[in-house]
């Protein structure tokens, strides 16, 4: 009998990195000139699971959101792993935006995954578990084959390959 191999595609995000991405985006924004003595700070909800950025303006708010973001990606986290509310005004002049980590791969983007790996006509099975996907094969190439050719496509969320067996 042969073994089958296989792995899962979770969209799932760390909360302790993204932490420590958000914390070292604040001591950039304390110390740069152009926001230093400002109201501008970014805030990590571990209950609610959000993220919330204050500023004084939208410029600020496009500056420290590209912080963030530089310190995410130095912390291994794609920037498509959050997910945006979109910007408010807030109490006084100041603008908020309330971001939220991605947990999961919504249905429909998971069909799209399934659909995309059937197109490729490669022999492996792929069956949506809750919000992730299993792909199996008795091959072990033709799962590196979906994963290379999944990391081209862009499902507007941030996928991991994990589970590799």
């Keep these: 009998m042969v073994q089958d191999f296989s792995f899962d595609i979770v969209s799932k995000v760390d909360i ?3 932490d420590n991405a958000i914390n070292n985006a604040m001591k950039e924004i304390k110390n740069r000139y152009d926001l230093k003595n400002t109201s501008c700070s970014i805030e990590l909800d571990k209950g609610a699971q959000t993220i919330t950025m204050i500023g004084d303006a939208d410029f600020q708010m496009d500056q420290i959101t590209e912080v963030l973001y530089q310190k995410m990606i130095k912390c291994g986290i794609d920037i498509k792993a959050i997910k945006s509310k979109g910007r408010e005004k807030a109490g006084g002049d100041k603008v908020r935006e309330v971001f939220t980590p991605i947990n999961g791969i919504e249905q429909e983007i998971t069909k799209k995954i399934v659909k995309d ?19 199996s094969s008795k091959n072990k190439d033709d799962l590196q084959t979906i994963i290379t ?17």
């Design 149 to 165: 050719n999944m990391r081209t496509k862009s499902y507007g969320i941030a996928l991991q390959f994990v589970n590799y067996r």
């Design 117 to 135: 790996i059937k197109d490729l006509k490669i022999k492996v099975q792929a069956s949506i578990q809750g919000d992730q996907l299993r792909v």
């Design 16 to 18: 302790q990195n993204l």
